[in-house]
Structures are given as structure tokens and as C-alpha cells.
């Protein structure tokens, strides 16, 4: 039986415009070539946790206009249920403006989160019964934190394990991280919370101490191609990356996360999670875009 997960988090539309060099500050640029694809972090995850076959539930806040009408169309293609996707009345559906150097492959980002970072307690409640039926819960930072803590509280107090991937870095206090059953950083991440810079797999392992020390059980590092340092109380260990030839890394965490998680609700213990997680996302890199990048079940299992 596939244990249910429940991902609060976002949705942004990436809108990303290519061009023979970034703008300059007052400066205007012809760009080549412009897409909008679906994504934020949680949205992505969740994606990827969907087409591996994970029961999950997909929670998250558009606003009114048509890139949430977009999003909207594109849980539909997916076959993603949308009971869960809320509607904020003021804010716009969160986008980001991606420029990318053709030439350099540099790329400048600016995200407006919008409906997302506004989840009110009403939509906490909403979103309770779900969250309290569910057997995983799955979080990251792009949300309003006061919403991020109140939905851990609700899982933490029904018994819910909760699985943060603490995206992107920000400081927080350690009692809001000890929420947390399982923390899921990549380098820079892990790095912002323990204050140990993480280079190699020996300060993985003493980024991993720090987080066992205020209180969590297991811990799991991402260190892009080289894959990720896993650290329970009684075993610690890198488990390597897939050998690939990666065309686009972003969203490799979103890929990561979504195929840890699909594991752990699958019965996986933490290191085959890993595993798991590390061959999402290896096929995920050889694709280019997040959501559209995340691979099928079937494709998964060739490489397992
Ligand atoms: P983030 O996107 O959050 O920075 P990472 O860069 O740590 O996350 O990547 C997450 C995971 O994706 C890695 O642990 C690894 O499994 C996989 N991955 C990332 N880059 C590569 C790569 N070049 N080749 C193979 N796997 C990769």
C-alpha cells in the first residue's frame, strides 16, 4: 500500500526570454527566443512525485489571471487533481522572469512569489483535513512561513511525517526547522542553516551532525553531480549521482525531492529513497525546463 503525501507548496510560471547578453541596469535588450513553462519548487516536486506514481495531493494558491489559468490547464494534461489548488483574491499567480546569455548561459531571475507567499489561515483550514489524512507531508521555503509553520504543526500533531526541503536558503530559527522529521538541503542550503560550509562529504557529514544534534533524525544533503550525503543516527554515507550528460540542472533538487519522497511512501528506507531520488533526477538533467523535464515511472524503472 503507497502511503499518501500531501505537498503544500508553490506554483510560479517561469517566463524565460534568451538573448546575445543579459540587460544592463536602464538598458533595453532584443531577446530570441521566449517560453513559459510551469513551475515553483512545490508545484515541481510534486510533478515529479506524480509521474513516478506517487498518491499525492497538490496544494497550492494561483491567482486570477491567465498564468493560472495556465497552471490550471497544465494539472489537467497531467492528470493532477486540483481539489487542493486555491485562488488568492488580491495576489497574482507567482511568476519569474528568466533572462538567459545565450552566449555565457548566465541567467538573471527575478520571481514575484504573489498568490503563493499568501496563504491565510482560512486556507490553512481548508487545506487540514487533507493534511491530517495524509501519511507524508512535503514542504519547502517558498511560501508565507507563517502558513509553512502552521501546516507542520497540524502534521506534526496527527502524527504526519514531515519531509521540508528548506528551498531556497533562507535563515531560520532552529526550533522551526526541528519540525522537521527529515531535512533535504542541497549545499548551500544546508550551509545557511548549520553555518558549516559545505565543499566536500566531510563537512556534509558535520552539516548532517549539526542537524542531528538539534533534534533530526535524518538527514539527506544534495551535492549535485555528485549526488548526496544521507545520514541517519546509525549510518552515514554519500551515495553517488548517476553518471550523465546533464543539459539542464535546473530543478534537479524539485526532480530529487519528488522521487525521495515517491521511495520513502513506497516503504524505502532512507538510503534507497536516495537512490531512488538520485535516478529522477539523473533523467530529469538530460531534459531541458523543470515540470516538462520530469520523467515517467516507466522511464525510471529501465534505470533502476
Ligand atoms: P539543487 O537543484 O537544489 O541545487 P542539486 O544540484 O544538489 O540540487 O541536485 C539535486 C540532485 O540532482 C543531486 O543530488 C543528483 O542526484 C542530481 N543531479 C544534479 N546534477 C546532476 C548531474 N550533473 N548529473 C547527475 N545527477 C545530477
Not at 546509525?234 to 549521482?241: F, G, I, L, T
Amino acid at each position: 500500500m503507497k502511503k499518501k503525501i500531501v505537498m503544500f507548496g508553490s506554483y510560479v510560471a517561469d517566463l524565460t526570454g534568451t538573448a546575445e547578453h543579459l540587460p544592463r541596469a536602464g538598458e533595453t535588450v532584443f531577446g530570441e527566443l521566449f517560453k513559459i513553462g510551469p513551475g515553483g519548487k512545490g508545484s515541481n516536486q510534486a510533478v515529479a512525485a506524480h509521474r513516478a506514481g506517487a498518491d499525492i495531493i497538490l496544494a497550492t494558491k494561483l491567482g486570477k489571471d491567465v498564468f493560472g489559468d495556465l497552471a490550471r490547464d497544465f494539472y489537467t494534461q497531467e492528470d493532477i487533481a486540483a481539489d487542493y489548488v486555491l485562488t488568492d483574491d488580491e495576489k497574482g499567480t507567482g511568476i519569474a522572469l528568466i533572462c538567459v546569455d545565450q552566449v555565457s548561459k548566465q541567467n538573471q531571475i527575478l520571481v514575484v512569489p504573489g498568490a503563493c507567499t499568501n496563504f491565510t489561515d482560512a486556507d490553512i483550514e481548508t487545506l487540514r483535513p487533507a493534511i491530517e489524512a495524509a501519511d507524508i507531508l512535503l514542504v519547502q521555503f517558498e511560501v508565507n512561513m507563517d502558513a509553512l509553520e502552521r501546516v507542520m504543526d497540524i502534521a506534526r500533531t496527527a502524527g504526519v511525517m514531515v519531509v521540508l526541503n528548506p528551498a531556497p536558503a533562507r535563515k531560520v530559527s532552529r526550533e522551526f526547522i526541528c519540525k522537521a522529521d527529515i531535512v533535504t538541503p542541497n549545499e548551500v542550503e544546508a550551509a545557511a542553516l548549520t553555518g558549516v560550509s559545505v565543499g566536500d562529504a566531510a563537512d556534509a557529514e558535520k552539516a548532517a551532525a549539526v542537524f542531528h544534534e538539534w533534534g533530526i533524525p535524518q538527514v539527506v544533503i544534495t551535492m549535485g553531480r555528485r549526488g548526496v550525503f544521507a545520514s541517519t543516527p546509525d549510518e552515514s554515507r554519500m551515495v553517488r549521482a548517476r553518471a550523465v550528460e546533464a543539459v539542464d540542472t535546473t530543478g534537479a533538487g524539485d526532480a530529487f525531492n519528488g522521487g525521495f519522497v515517491t521511495a520513502l511512501s513506497e516503504g524505502k528506507d532512507l538510503f534507497e529513497a536516495v537512490e531512488f531520488g538520485n535516478a529522477l533526477a539523473s533523467l530529469a538533467v538530460q531534459k531541458f525546463g523543470t515540470a516538462p523535464s520530469m520523467p515517467m515511472r516507466s522511464e525510471i524503472e529501465k534505470i533502476l
